[in-house]
């Protein structure tokens, strides 16, 4: 028997379990401290009501011997990939129904998809960057490059004609930096990909977000998408659905093979999301659903913009916020960004993560989340704004 000796060049352990065993530890020694997390990326709203109606509807027929249903199909029903489809048509996106995949989540698809690709592969991803990307092919034992993203292009770099990738990661908005790409920008990549022969693995995860038109909530939506990028989605963010599970991944019938080879490794490794799971997704994309997720996403939004006027009366640089959840801040005195955390946990009992959890460009950075309750967010903030001016 012989290990997978590519696990020997991961980190000691997961950026979040560190921080996670950091936070027990000074709860312990201090009990009677309240101790607010704005770190992971969890959300705290509850499921919409049109959700938990189709949940409850869904559970009930599960208990009928008519409307009992079993293993269902691997790739999604139907009912829920025709939801998914109408949802991207309004955004003027036209999908096959074989080419949507329903999954468990974006971040298992994100990993899983490597088993479509050959090892020999070499993977581009923006610095810093979600550490699901690089983790899962250290895993397999793939070369990994890095695209130099920083605060002089904004988080956002573009390609380098220099630079040769066979599958390239792009987060639009991003995770941690809350960057998002506009239409132009995200074009270059597309052509970089196709006059490289790469496929773009693009997560989407935070598109709801984006509130301007003019920025893309969909790779397909720049020309020339399908023909070198897959899209990965989630409604962990979307629909508070991080304990419910359920994503889906659109992989074009124009990527040739791909689509047949995920088709297969699903079907041989996957059982598919439970019916009563499917249906509450399904509900998400009706016009109800749609309307009360979207009271959610700006409760959200109204946190993120609580945070970023505060860092911006304690004269704090940052990004992110106004298309995304997450908020990337400048850690001050030249603080690294553990360093950081450790004062913000010792003297204000605030909890975000270190930057350089993501990669070695975020070292000095700290991303902060609104995913929190709008109460513990205007509490963190008023005592950030104490401590810091």
Known sequence: MNINENYQNLEESYLFSTVAKKVNEFIQKNPE?????????????????????????????MGVQATFRGYGPEQGYDFLREA?????????????LDEIFISDGAKSDLGNILDIFSKDNTVLVPDPVYPVYVDTNIMAGRKVIFADANGENAFLPLPDEKTKADIIYICSPNNPTGAAYNK???????????????????????????????????????EGAKECAIEFCSLSKTAGFTGTRCGYTIVPKTLGKLNKFWL??????????????????????SEN???????????????????????????IWHVGGKHSPYIWLKCPNNMTSWEFFDYLLEKIQVVGTPGSGFGKNGEGYFRLTSFGSKENTLEAMQRFEKLFR
């Open 184 to 222: 132009e920008q995200l074009k270059k990549w597309v052509d970089y990909a196709l006059s490289n022969k790469a496929v773009i693995l693009f997560d989407a995860a935070y598109e709801c977000f984006v509130s301007d038109e003019e920025l893309p909530k969909s790779i397909y939506e720049i």
């Open 264 to 285: 297969r490794r699903q079907t041989t490794k996957f059982n598919g999301v439970p019916y009563i799971i499917q249906r509450a997704a399904e509900a998400v994309f």
């Open 33 to 61: 401290k309240k101790v607010i997390r704005l770190g992971i990326g969890d959300v705290t709203r509850p499921l919409c009501k049109a959700v938990i109606e189709a949940l409850h509807k869904a559970v009930d027929e």
């Open 84 to 96: 998914v489809r109408g949802y991207y048509a309004k955004r003027n996106v036209q999908l096959e």
């Open 289 to 315: 659903g749609q309307a009360e997720i979207k009271e959610n996403i700006n409760y959200y939004k109204e946190n993120a913009k609580v945070i970023s006027d505060t860092l911006d009366k304690c004269n």
